[in-house]
């Protein structure tokens, strides 16, 4: 919660009055003298500063001569890890004087779930210690309000750029004369900049206890303003409205981002509500995710016909897309929207993050909107960005066992897609040591998945996907396809997603137990395998196979 300012060198970061200074994380302070040496190159860049210059720069303070400009120097020298015959900062010019050389750094985004930004620098004002101490005490009191998981911090910028990672921003501008302090504060929703609340604050500079009452008062404002735009983004689904907010959150990401297996138990009383009130569009959001549970829950090994996913995706596009209008108050909605439309991969990918984006802008950054984010990204090929959206996910403490686990394996998933294998090795999920039930199907799926295509599976592995025979093995490819690799717009990367699994499945059962379908998205291509023979047939074939054995059980 700490103030983010000052001067930045690369790996050294100078207080703005040169006061003190962090190289490598260990604070550097400075005497008297070696400030004012600091201040007088550093304000001064790229230009030769004489030793006349600076004597009179130092001599102000005490008394000196052109030697000691040179101990100084090499004083300066010594604490900033810099070196006279190789320099990074202060290089010398012989029988002249000193040249400060170091580049600035462009400045370092400012990362928080909410920062305060004073319109001027209050340490120079004169009402400046009065008004960093407001500055403080509102920092204090909000992020004791909010809880240790959203992150407040004091930013010099008072006008938060694109690179800025906020979900907040609280701008406060300072205006003294003849003896008093003006202060308006605004606070905006990032990164829309959307005005949330605005405040006047009324302070007495002759009155300590003015400040106090005012942070007070902004804060709880602040706090109020905030919270209720949780409770907005945790409004719908099904969420009891009477609920805290601390359950209502965890709830969200529950019933949003995974495959819960709530919705697929829900269906009869879905189509109920759906029947008795059919214009409502956040129960038929809450019908689409059961439908959307039904195509990830359903037997993976061939419980669902290529036909039946087609009729339940045709009437999940046709629902949300009938429901827009009427989502676009709740973010909540929004989201499911997007996750829907992105998830059947009807050329929706455009209106999909449109929800998402403008949802995400108004949901306080809660779990909920981090998969589908991630998953958002990933379809563009942007996997540094995904994964960044499901980090940021794992690393949230009140994410319960299952919301971990699935983002753990998006994340898998988009380094599998980049082809990044080193990385992937380092953040491989092991199913059977989460602390959360993974169905044993998906567990199976996942670990053929993230195989490498050039390695022999495990025993056990191995022994489950040769069980499964051709036309199990075929399922398990189709599955994999329609929920990992087909949202991707890289035929190269969805062909990364496929690969392993492929390959596999081809060792064990021929190379025609690969559906000719996903062959063609991947652009491998019957050849490219070094199959003959015609595949429709043999599909064909399979897919009479698995009718007879289901009309014999």
């Known amino acids: 919660m700490g103030k983010v300012h000052g001067l930045r060198f690369g790996d050294l970061i100078l207080d703005e009055t040169c006061l003190f200074g962090h190289r490598n994380g260990v604070v550097v302070q400075f005497t008297r003298n070696e400030r004012a040496l600091l201040l007088a190159l550093t304000r001064n860049p790229q230009r030769l500063m004489r030793r006349g210059h600076l004597l009179d720069e130092v001599a102000s303070e005490s008394d000196v001569s052109d030697r000691n400009v040179d101990f100084l120097v ?10 006279a015959k190789s320099p990074m900062y202060i290089a010398t010019q012989y029988g002249e004087g000193y040249v400060w050389i170091a580049a600035p750094s462009p400045a370092m985004p400012t990362d928080g779930f909410l920062a305060i930004g004073p319109a001027f620098g209050p340490q120079q004002h004169p009402f400046g210690a009065q008004a960093s ?7 204090d009191k909000i992020a004791t309000g ?4 959203h992150k407040v911090v004091i930013a010099e910028n008072s006008n938060p750029g694109v690179t800025d ?3 907040y921003f609280l701008q406060m501008s300072f205006l003294a004369g003849d003896g008093q302090l003006d202060c308006a504060a605004t606070l905006r929703e990032m990164p829309s900049k959307r005005i949330v609340k605005a405040f006047r604050l009324h302070l007495d500079i002759t009155d300590a206890a003015s400040f106090s009452s005012e942070a007070s008062r902004v804060s709880n404002g602040v706090i109020g303003a905030v919270s209720q735009a949780l409770v907005d983004a945790s409004t719908g689904l099904g969420i009891p409205a009477d609920e805290p907010l601390e359950m209502r959150l965890p709830k969200a990401s529950s019933v949003l981002s995974t495959s819960n297996p709530g919705w697929l138990a829900s269906g009869e009383q879905l189509g109920k509500a759906r029947e008795q009130d059919p214009q409502n569009a956040d129960i038929a959001l809450q019908w689409c995710l059961h439908l959307f549970a039904r195509l990830i829950l359903t037997g993976p090994f061939g419980g669902m016909s290529l036909e039946e996913r087609y009729r339940i995706e045709s009437e999940i596009d046709a629902t949300v897309l009938e429901c827009l209008p009427a989502v676009e108050p709740n973010p909540l909605l929004m989201l499911a929207a997007a996750k829907l439309l992105y998830f059947i991969n009807r050329g929706h990918l455009d209106l999909a993050e449109d929800l998402a984006e403008r949802a995400f802008a108004r949901t306080a950054d809660f779990a909920a909107a981090l998969p589908i984010m991630g998953q958002l990204r990933y379809a563009r090929g942007r996997f540094d960005e995904a994964v960044g959206f499901f980090d940021r996910g794992i690393e949230m403490a009140e994410l319960g066992p299952a919301l971990h686990l699935h983002m753990r394996v998006l994340k898998c998933i988009a380094l599998l897609a980049a082809g990044d294998r080193a990385a992937l090795d380092a953040a491989a999920v092991d199913t059977t040591n989460m602390g959360s039930p993974c169905p044993p199907e998906i567990a199976l799926m996942i670990g053929w998945m993230m195989a490498s295509p050039d390695r022999t599976l495990p025993a056990a592995s191995a022994q489950a996907l040769a069980a499964l025979g051709p036309i199990g093995a075929a399922a398990a490819i189709e599955y994999v396809y329609f929920t990992s690799a087909r949202h991707l717009v890289s035929e190269h990367a969805r062909a990364n997603v496929m690969r392993g699994l492929i ?4 060792r064990l059962h021929g190379e025609h137990a690969v559906p000719a379908f996903v062959l063609r998205s991947i652009g491998f291509g019957r050849r490219g395998l070094g199959v003959t023979g015609s595949a429709p047939r043999r599909r064909s074939a399979l897919d009479a196979r698995a009718r007879k054995n289901k009309a014999e059980a």
């Open 146 to 149: 909010l809880g240790i998981n």
């Open 503 to 506: 390959a596999h499945v081809t």
């Open 74 to 83: 090499n004083r300066l020298r010594a604490k900033l890890g810099d070196s």
């Open 133 to 139: 101490s407001l500055v403080d005490q509102l920092r």
């Open 165 to 167: 990672k906020l979900r």
